[in-house]
Nanobody, 125 residues
Framework: QVQLVESGGGLVQPGGSLRLSCAAS????????MGWFRQAPGKEREFVTA????????ASAGSVKGRFTISRDNAKNTVYLQMNRLEPEDKAVYYC??????????????????WGQGTQVTVSS
């Protein structure tokens, strides 16, 4: 089974940028999609963005379109989340997730099979 480890979280001021990484170990050949979700205190985990592991298609939540970009480096078994023009509303624990069987939906938590531990992103002046 694949294990996911997020890194790169931290404190950034509004308007700043941050890049998160998600390193995958184990079998990844069957991973169709990698996604990023986030969860703020008292809120449900919500979809941020996703990318197909072997295809290059992406999708993003409306709240982050134009600001966040997901990318991958298959040689390093790593996916990234470049976060630009960060806002206080972006403060949350960010999780990466892997989908190992093909599913139509990529924006729901139920569509993913393996999750990382999360990394904290704080946006504050």
């Amino acid at each position: 089974q694949v294990q996911l480890v997020e890194s790169g979280g931290g404190l950034v001021q509004p308007g700043g940028s941050l890049r998160l990484s998600c390193a995958a170990s184990g079998r990844t050949a069957s991973s169709y999609t990698m996604g990023w979700f986030r969860q703020a205190p008292g809120k449900e985990r919500e979809f941020v963005t996703a990318i197909t592991w072997n295809g290059g298609s992406t999708a993003s939540a409306g709240s982050v379109k134009g600001r966040f970009t997901i990318s991958r480096d298959n040689a390093k078994n790593t996916v990234y989340l470049q976060m630009n023009r960060l806002e206080p509303e972006d403060k949350a624990v960010y999780y990466c997730a892997a989908q190992f069987v093909r599913r139509i939906r990529i924006e729901t938590t139920e569509s993913y099979d393996t999750w990382g531990q999360g990394t904290q992103v704080t946006v504050s002046s």
